[in-house]
């Protein structure tokens, strides 16, 4: 199994990106995944959740109404899209995976997932 997370960079403040993550060694179709980060001197915190299925998801409070998740199973892809960025979201970002369906309380708890992403860094500055 591995996760690819892309399409991170330094962006202005109020700007947009759409970070990606393709998965091989399993179909993402069967999956609840999850974008998680971690600040500089910060705690990994959950960002966006998606259940398979209902498709269910679940967002972080400072993040709800700004970014989007998204999958696409026809290239096993999910992706994170994040629109008026602030220095705050400033991060890795990390996707990750777990096989089946989550409940939406458990959907941004990092220690229920068992595959992860290497991360991808965003930096919000003028």
């Known amino acids: 199994v591995q996760l690819q997370a892309s399409g991170g960079g330094l962006v202005q403040p109020g700007g947009s990106l759409r970070l990606s993550c393709v998965a091989s060694g399993l179909a993402l179709n069967y999956h609840t995944v999850a974008w998680f980060r971690r600040a500089p001197g910060k705690e990994r915190e959950g960002v966006a959740g998606?259940?398979?299925?209902?498709?269910?998801?679940r967002y972080a409070d400072p993040v709800k109404g700004r970014f989007t998740i998204s999958r696409d199973n026809a290239k096993n892809t999910v992706y994170l899209q994040m629109n008026t960025l602030q220095p705050e979201d400033t991060a890795v970002y990390y996707c990750?995976?777990?096989?089946?369906?989550?409940?939406?309380?458990?959907?941004?708890?990092?220690?229920?997932?068992?595959?992860w992403g290497q991360g991808t860094l965003v930096t919000v500055s003028s």
């Open positions: 990750a995976t777990y096989s089946g369906n989550l409940i939406t309380g458990s959907m941004l708890r990092p220690n229920v997932y068992n595959s």
């Open positions: 998606l259940r398979p299925g209902d498709r269910a998801t």
